[in-house]
C-alpha cells in the first residue's frame, strides 16, 4: 500500500465506491430479473400474443444483468492482463475499514508531529483535520490533548508577534532626544552615540531628530539606534506581499514618493527612502547580526545600522545560488545581536530596521537616506550587481513600489 493508495481520503473514496458498486451489482440484476419475470407473467396472463416478444425481452434482460453483475471482474481481469502489479487492484484491496482506520492514525501521527515541530497554522490545521478522523478513543485523546499544545503555541507567538514595537520598548531605557554631535570625516572604530549622525543630517535638512527617539536593547543595553516617535502605530509584521523569485523575495521598503529610483550599477540595490521608513525583512530565515558598523563607511556622520540574513530557502537568481542577504545604512534595528552569537529567526514581513543614511565615504558629502542591499552567494565575497536584482523585482526607475509590494 504505497503512494496514492496509502492516503486514508483516496482510500475512503475507494472503499465507497466499492460499496456502491457491489450493491449495484446486486441489486439491478435482481431489479432486471424481476421486471422481466412480472412482464413475462404479466403477458402469458393476457390475450395479446406477443409471449414471444416478452421471452426475448425477458432474455435480454437477463443477459444484461448477468453483465453488470460481472463488470467489476471483467474490468479486474482486463487491469491484470494490461498489469499484473496494477495499483488499481492494489488499491481497492487496500481500501477496507481496517486500512483507512491504520492509515488516519499514520497520518495524523505525522502531521501532528509536524506541526509540534513548526508551530505553523497550515501544520496545526492538518494535523487538527487527521485527529478528527480517529476511531481510537484513547489514541484521539491523546492526540488532541497534544494539539491543544501546539494551539496554545501557535496563539501564543502571533500574540507576541502582533505585539507593537511600542509595547515591546515600556521595558527598555531610551532616551527621547540627543545632543550629540557628528565630526564629519572622521573615521571611527567603534559605535557612535546614534544621535550624533541624526544631529548631523538635521543640519542637512534631511531629518527632524525631535521625530526620534534613542532605544536600548533589554538584554545587553546596547543602542538600537534612531527609531520613530510613531513606532507604535507602524506594524511590526506585513499582512500581505507578493513574493519573487520563486516565493523567496519580497520588497523590504516603501521608495521616495513611492517610486524607487532605479540605481547606479554596483553590488545590489540602493531604495532611496525617507528618514525612519519601516524595513521590513525580505526572506525568512536567521539573523546573522544586527548591530552598528559592518559596512565600508564608518563615519560618524553615519547611521550604519546593518543586518546580515542566512536564507532559509537558498535561491538561485542571476545564476547564483542566494545564501545571504546584507541591508544596511539603518538608522535603527528592532533586534540587537553580533556575529556569531545569532540566532533568532524572522520571517518575510517582519519589522527589522529604519531607513538611515550613509555618506559616500567618510570625508565626503552624504548620499540621499536610503536602503543599501546585497544578495551574496555561500560568503560575503561573489554578490548580485544591480541589474540582476532590478530584473528580480522587475523594477526600473520610476517604478511605483511599497513595502511588501
Same mark, same amino acid.
Do not use: E, L, T
Given at each position: 500500500m504505497t503512494g496514492v493508495c496509502s492516503r486514508p481520503e483516496i482510500m475512503e473514496v475507494m472503499y465507497i465506491f466499492n460499496q456502491v458498486l457491489t450493491a449495484l451489482k446486486i441489486l439491478v440484476p435482481i431489479i432486471l430479473i424481476i421486471t422481466s419475470m412480472y412482464s413475462f407473467f404479466k403477458a402469458t396472463l393476457s390475450s395479446n400474443d406477443n409471449t414471444k416478444e416478452v421471452v426475448s425481452l425477458l432474455i435480454t434482460k437477463i443477459i444484461v444483468a448477468a453483465f453488470i453483475f460481472f463488470i467489476p471482474t471483467i $474490468?479486474?481481469?482486463i487491469m491484470l492482463l494490461v498489469d499484473k502489479d496494477s495499483d488499481y487492484n492494489k488499491c481497492f484491496s487496500s481500501a477496507t475499514k481496517?486500512?483507512?482506520? *491504520? #492509515?488516519y492514525e499514520l497520518y495524523a501521527k505525522d502531521a501532528l508531529e509536524r506541526a509540534e515541530d513548526t508551530k505553523k497554522k497550515?501544520? @496545526?490545521e492538518n494535523a487538527k483535520f487527521y485527529v478528527s478522523k480517529l476511531e481510537d478513543g484513547s489514541v484521539k485523546s491523546n492526540y488532541e490533548k497534544r494539539l491543544k499544545s501546539v494551539d496554545k503555541a501557535i496563539k501564543d507567538? &502571533? *500574540?507576541n508577534t502582533e505585539q507593537s514595537a511600542a509595547a515591546k520598548l515600556n521595558v527598555y531605557g531610551y532616551s527621547s532626544g540627543g545632543s550629540a554631535t557628528a565630526t564629519p570625516g572622521q573615521v571611527l572604530s567603534s559605535e557612535p552615540d546614534p544621535a550624533a549622525a541624526l544631529n548631523y543630517w538635521q543640519g542637512r535638512g534631511l531629518v527632524n531628530t525631535s521625530n526620534? &527617539?534613542?532605544p536600548k536593547d533589554q538584554a545587553t543595553g546596547l543602542p538600537l539606534g534612531a527609531w520613530p516617535k510613531n513606532y507604535a502605530s507602524i506594524p511590526t509584521r506585513l499582512s500581505s506581499y507578493t513574493t519573487y523569485g520563486g516565493g523567496t523575495f519580497i520588497f523590504p521598503v516603501t521608495p521616495a514618493n513611492g517610486k524607487y529610483s532605479g540605481s547606479y550599477n554596483h553590488t545590489s540595490i540602493d531604495i532611496m527612502s525617507v528618514f525612519g521608513t519601516?524595513? @521590513?525583512s525580505p526572506v525568512d530565515g536567521t539573523l546573522m547580526y544586527s548591530e552598528w558598523g559592518h559596512t565600508v563607511n564608518k563615519g560618524s556622520d553615519e547611521t550604519a545600522y546593518t543586518v546580515s540574513i542566512r536564507l532559509s530557502n537558498p535561491t538561485v537568481v542571476g545564476g547564483k545560488n542566494i545564501n545571504i542577504m546584507f541591508l544596511t545604512h539603518m538608522c535603527g534595528i528592532v533586534y540587537r545581536c553580533s556575529s556569531g552569537h545569532c540566532n533568532r529567526h524572522i520571517s518575510k514581513g517582519d519589522l527589522i530596521g529604519f531607513v538611515g543614511n550613509a555618506s559616500g565615504s567618510a #570625508?565626503? $558629502?552624504g548620499w540621499a537616506p536610503h536602503l543599501h542591499m546585497t544578495f551574496y552567494d555561500t560568503s560575503y565575497s561573489n554578490a548580485l550587481y544591480t541589474p540582476a536584482v532590478e530584473a528580480l523585482y522587475g523594477i526600473s526607475a520610476g517604478t511605483s513600489k511599497v513595502a511588501g509590494g
Open positions: $474490468v479486474n481481469s481496517a486500512n483507512i482506520a *491504520k #492509515a497550515n501544520d @496545526y507567538a &502571533i *500574540k526620534f &527617539i534613542f519601516p524595513i @521590513y #570625508a565626503s $558629502v
